[in-house]
């Protein structure tokens, strides 16, 4: 009994560092869209120049999700939805402005985009542990099916956010 709880005092621990990594960081990504160098604006002029319209709507969206789901993986809250979000953004982010630029993120590569896509789907197959609010709501679960449903719903958002709203040809000519 004590190796199978020192196995899940371990799980709980890797979930609690997971969430308390990408969480935060993902967090920090969305404040910057909204509020930093540039804001909103800044933002919303980068997305038009990568093709996606309404180019406002979509720099809060963005701004929004990141925030939410930073939070909600950071407080492990919300089941996979989180997680689902997390993979949503990072495959628009892969398809509009890493695309064709290869691996290495200081390139302009997919890596980074990568990384926290899986990372996000590895946290919602552990699930949140009991350092959670979803564990203190005894809603701690992980395996398999979260697992799929955060990788699926969150590239079957991006899909279709994509077929309604990237449009590359149509960017602004470059200055």
């Known amino acids: 009994m004590s190796a199978r709880r020192g196995g899940c005092r371990g799980r709980d621990t890797a979930a609690l560092v997971l969430r308390a990594t990408l969480g935060p960081?993902?967090?920090?990504?969305?404040?910057n869209k909204a509020a930093g160098p540039g804001g909103l604006d800044g933002t919303t002029g980068w997305f038009r120049s990568l093709g996606l319209e309404p180019a406002h709507l979509h720099a809060r969206m963005a701004a929004g999700t990141e925030m939410a789901a930073g939070v909600g993986l950071a407080l492990?809250?919300?089941?996979?939805?989180?997680?689902?979000?997390?993979?949503?953004?990072?495959?628009?982010?892969?398809?509009t402005d890493h695309r064709g630029k290869g691996f290495f993120v200081f390139k302009g590569g997919?890596?980074?985009?990568?990384?926290?896509?899986?990372?996000?789907?590895?946290?919602?197959a552990l699930g949140p542990g009991r350092y959670s609010?979803?564990?203190?709501?005894r809603r701690d679960r992980g395996g398999p099916g979260p697992a799929l449903l955060a990788a699926g719903l969150g590239v079957v958002?991006?899909?279709?956010?994509?077929?309604?709203?990237?449009?590359?040809?149509?960017?602004?000519?470059?200055?």
């Open 76 to 95: 492990g809250a919300g089941g996979p939805l989180p997680a689902a979000a997390a993979v949503g953004l990072m495959t628009v982010a892969a398809r």
């Open 25 to 31: 960081m993902l967090f920090a990504h969305g404040w």
């Open 157 to 175: 958002s991006a899909a279709v956010l994509l077929k309604l709203s990237y449009h590359p040809d149509d960017k602004p000519a470059e200055q």
């Open 133 to 137: 609010v979803d564990g203190l709501l």
């Open 110 to 124: 997919w890596e980074y985009v990568g990384v926290v896509g899986g990372a996000a789907v590895a946290l919602a």
